[in-house]
């Protein structure tokens, strides 16, 4: 069964500096899609970032980035220049196969989640 | 652009009620997961509705079920409440396999006394 590992409960960063949160993960699976997800205390997941384990470019979007690193299971996002609203619980997810086919299993596993804080 | 809707947003019921809520997708959207969050257990898969067919079931019991509509609209029901079913309950929507990105609704906030 695939895993998920969040290693880091809690992290601080100073507002416009950049920070890393961790994202291991466990699969015997080749294809799959990992997420990163936002939720604010208005509780709604936010999707920040996506990845197609078969791109081996990293994603990005806007100040956001990962570093995908297939063979070591490992999926890290980094938050440059820090903002106030960045303050939130962050997941990463797991999800496969990218098929829709019958039997599939297509539901995201969670880590457990790091808590950022973003000091003014 | 709408959103995923959730309804209702917050819900107290007494241990032994059952309890129906509610999940409107984006338009388009086929797929509808739930999803229960809790503090100790964090977020855990319930179900997956894809065209009016439950595709797959989470590790719950029997009281937790739920059905989609031809509308792409969904429900989960949870019948004989206990306390350990307060959570918030999350239901996301995406559209495979042209996105396999899930947008989530805001919650439902259950409380069990």
């Known amino acids: 069964a695939q895993t998920v590992t969040q290693s880091q409960p809690e992290m601080s960063v100073q507002e416009a500096e950049t920070v890393t949160l961790s994202c291991t993960y466990d699969?015997?699976?080749?294809?799959?899609?990992l997420f990163w997800y936002k939720q604010p205390p208005s509780r709604q997941m936010i999707l920040v970032i996506r990845q197609e384990a078969y791109k081996q470019q990293n994603a990005t979007e806007n100040r956001f980035s990962v570093n995908f690193q297939k063979a070591a299971k490992s999926f890290s996002l980094k938050i440059s220049d820090s903002q106030l609203g960045d303050a939130a619980m962050y997941f990463c997810?797991?999800?496969?196969?990218?098929?829709?086919?019958?039997?599939?299993?297509?539901?995201?596993?969670f880590g457990t989640g790091t808590l950022l804080a973003v000091q003014p | 652009k709408a959103g995923v809707t959730q309804t209702p947003r917050y819900l107290i019921k007494t241990r032994g009620q059952q309890v129906t809520l509610s999940c409107s997708p984006i338009?388009?959207?086929?797929?509808v997961s739930w999803y229960q969050q809790t503090p100790g257990q964090g977020l855990q898969f319930l179900f997956e509705?894809?065209?009016?067919?439950?595709?797959n079931k989470g590790n719950f019991p029997g009281r937790f079920s739920g059905r989609q509509f031809s509308n792409s609209r969904s429900e989960m029901n949870v019948s004989t409440l206990e306390l350990g079913d307060s959570a918030l309950y999350l239901c996301?929507?995406?559209?495979?396999?042209?996105?396999?990105?899930?947008?989530f609704g805001s919650g439902t906030r259950l409380t069990v006394v």
């Open positions: 996301a929507s995406s559209r495979p396999p042209l996105d396999w990105g899930y947008t």
């Open positions: 509705y894809f065209s009016e067919t439950q595709r």
């Open positions: 997810a797991y999800r496969s196969p990218r098929c829709i086919c019958s039997g599939a299993t297509n539901k995201l596993i």
């Open positions: 338009s388009g959207h086929r797929s």
């Open positions: 699969t015997s699976e080749s294809d799959y899609y």
